[in-house]
T-cell receptor, first 111, second 113 residues
Framework: DTAVSQTPKYLVTQMGNDKSIKCEQNLGHDTMYWYKQDSKKFLKIMFSYNNKELIINETVPNRFSPKSPDKAHLNLHINSLELGDSAVYFC??????????FGSGTQLSVL | GEDVEQSLFLSVREGDSSVINCTYTDSSSTYLYWYKQEPGAGLQLLTYIFSNMDMKQDQRLTVLLNKKDKHLSLRIADTQTGDSAIYFCAESMGGGGADGLTFGKGTHLIIQP
């Protein structure tokens, strides 16, 4: 069984659309994250969330919003998609903020 | 400047040892990490070292940590074509918690036959 799974693997959409990426972890971890990897392979944290706090990277536009229906899921909603949002988005989870385990990524292409 | 720095490229011959270096800034990191990313794949936790250790060996991998200089290295012995990937150094911010990991820009390991 995949420990951290995210769907879809590929997402191609038009500018201005709203889309969501889903993430689920079956590791029993208490913290989940979203990272963005750009075309140069640089990784930046976007959000981290546990049942106590949501930490938002201040550089993330408010068009991006995480939604956590329960501690095993952290979905990423993106409104009014822009060309610059094209990237690979990785979900991850951890227990206590150490040893993050990553999903296989969602490649988002905005046309 | 960047919190975690590493060279972008390293080219080695098959069978030689690869040494990937990294410098970090947060002295409160509990662990320091090496992740591997193969083409088109996610990040795989390769190895990690507890901050009060100076060396960890795991089969072909050796991690060295110099806390004084905030320098971390990953040595891969007998480098194989399957080791071709991007290797990311990472530190935990604030010693853990919900802040996650900060990653270097990744070192592309290129294997020459």
């Amino acid at each position: 069984d995949t420990a951290v799974s995210q769907t879809p693997k590929y997402l191609v959409t038009q500018m201005g659309n709203d889309k969501s990426i889903k993430c689920e972890q079956n590791l029993g971890h208490d913290t989940m994250y979203w990272y963005k990897q750009d075309s140069k392979k640089f990784l930046k944290i976007m959000f981290s969330y546990n049942n106590k706090e949501l930490i938002i990277n201040e550089t993330v536009p408010n068009r991006f919003s995480p939604k956590s229906p329960d501690k095993a899921h952290l979905n990423l909603h993106i409104n009014s998609l822009e060309l610059g949002d094209s990237a690979v988005y990785f979900c991850a989870s951890s227990h206590g903020g150490e040893k993050l385990f990553f999903g296989s990524g969602t490649q988002l292409s905005v046309l | 400047g960047e919190d975690v720095e590493q060279s972008l490229f390293l080219s080695v011959r098959e069978g030689d040892s690869s040494v990937i270096n990294c410098t970090y800034t947060d002295s409160s990191s509990t662990y320091l990490y090496w992740y591997k990313q193969e083409p088109g794949a996610g990040l795989q936790l390769l190895t990690y070292i507890f901050s009060n250790m100076d060396m960890k060996q795991d089969q072909r991998l050796t991690v060295l940590l110099n806390k004084k200089d905030k320098h971390l290295s990953l040595r891969i012995a007998d480098t194989q074509t399957g080791d071709s990937a991007i290797y990311f150094c990472a530190e935990s911010m604030g010693g853990g918690g919900a802040d996650g990991l900060t990653f270097g820009k990744g070192t592309h390991l290129i294997i020459q036959p």
